[in-house]
Structures are given as structure tokens and as C-alpha cells.
């Protein structure tokens, strides 16, 4: 009777911990799987951040473009209305205005698609090419939306962290506690943390899909399906 009476509590005891291994084991890896989505919207912010400053450089070396054209034309206008060119140049002189001209407008176009970006400006004013093919312009504009919607996503994955960390370690002190009062309650906390945890992650996860596009694509995407 005495061997029963202690061989059940150990029983019992046996049973609960391989639970609580078990539980522990499942928050590691949902908290690794967060961890790796993280990190790719992390980089994506960063990689935004920076085209946006590449972007910037290429407009300023647009705009230099532009006001060069455009003091070329004002000089040639200057000389065709002072009345020195001989009649027979005229034509040709107003030839290179035109062209100047021509010129100045596509330089506008340009920085107005690097501004905003090839899918706002439309097909119809796709000017600037990338490796030769056009309409993949992401606009200075676009890319700071993008990096700033990104931001309140990647705050949340990171208060996520701290939930998980805590659940862990609440279960860790479980594993260690001699008593089997402590060790469940200690596993609840376990399980409230790890799911505060995960509902904040997967808050941030749905945020930061829509910076991408339709939450489907982003599901289908992280299983390579096409």
C-alpha cells in the first residue's frame, strides 16, 4: 500500500514534466519561427532605408541634368532673340532648343517616377529604365511609406521577444521547482505568456505582410508555393 501510495505521486510528477517539456519545446520553436520573420522584415526595412538614400543621390544627379539643360536653352534662346546668328543657323539653333527641350520635359518625368514611383505615375509616364526594362521604379516616396509602416511591426515583434523569454523562463523555474503546486502554476504562466507572445507576433506579422501585399501571397510565400 505504501509503495502505491508514492509510486502514483511520482507517476504523476513524471507525466507533467514531460508536458511541461514538451509545452517549453513548442514556444522555442514557435519563438524561433518569429525570430526568422523578424529578422526578414528588419532587413526589408533596412534594404528601403537605403534604396530611399540611393534614391535621393539619383535625383540630385537628375536634377544637376535638368539645370544644365535648361541654362543651355536659356542661352540659346538669348542668342537666337539678340539677332546674331546668321538666318541660315536659325534653323538648326531652334533644332537644338527643341531637343533641349525635349530633354528638360524627360528629366522631369524622370525625377517625378523616382519620386513616386513607376505604379503611381502609370504605364503611360514610365520614363526612367532599370537594367533596360521600365515600370520598376519604387519611388522615394513609396519606400519611406514603406520603411515608416514597417516600424510599428517590427516594435511589436520585439515586445513579443520579451513574452517569450519570460515564458520560457517561467517554465525553466518549473523544470527546477521541487513542488508540484509550484511547478503547474509556473506552467500556466508558461502557457498565458508564450500565447501573449504569439498573439502580439502574429499581429505584427499580419501588419507587416500588408506593407508587402495580400496576406494569402504572404502565407503562400513562406511555404514557396506559386
Known amino acids: 500500500m505504501t509503495d502505491e501510495s508514492t509510486h502514483a505521486p511520482k507517476v504523476v510528477e513524471e507525466s507533467f514534466q ?115 526594362v521600365l515600370g520598376r521604379i519604387e519611388g522615394t516616396k513609396e519606400l519611406e511609406r514603406k520603411s515608416a509602416s514597417l516600424a510599428p511591426a517590427l516594435e511589436r515583434f520585439q515586445t513579443s521577444y520579451l513574452f517569450f523569454q519570460l515564458s520560457l523562463f517561467a517554465g525553466s523555474v518549473s523544470l527546477m521547482s521541487a513542488n508540484l503546486k509550484m511547478k503547474r502554476i509556473l506552467f500556466w504562466i508558461l502557457i498565458v505568456l508564450g500565447a501573449v507572445g504569439t498573439g502580439l507576433a502574429s499581429h505584427a506579422w499580419i501588419s507587416a505582410r500588408a506593407v508587402e501585399g495580400p496576406l494569402l501571397q504572404g502565407f503562400l510565400d513562406c511555404f514557396k508555393i506559386r
Not at 540659346?76 to 537644338?96: F, N, R
Not at 522631369?108 to 505615375?121: N, P
Open 18 to 132: 514531460k508536458t511541461l517539456g514538451l509545452t517549453m519545446a513548442a514556444v522555442a520553436t514557435v519563438f524561433s519561427i518569429i525570430s526568422w520573420a523578424a529578422g526578414k522584415y528588419s532587413s526589408m526595412q533596412s534594404g528601403a532605408e537605403q534604396k530611399v538614400a540611393y534614391m535621393h543621390d539619383w535625383y540630385n544627379a537628375k536634377g544637376i541634368k535638368q539645370s544644365l539643360a535648361e541654362g543651355q536653352r536659356d542661352l540659346l534662346i538669348a542668342l537666337m532673340k539678340s539677332g546674331t546668328i546668321a538666318p541660315d543657323k536659325v534653323e538648326t539653333l531652334q533644332v537644338d532648343i527643341d531637343t533641349t527641350n525635349a530633354n528638360i520635359a524627360r528629366y522631369k518625368k524622370e525625377k517625378k517616377e523616382m519620386t513616386l514611383g513607376s505604379k503611381a505615375v502609370g504605364r503611360e509616364n514610365w520614363s526612367q529604365d532599370i537594367d533596360g
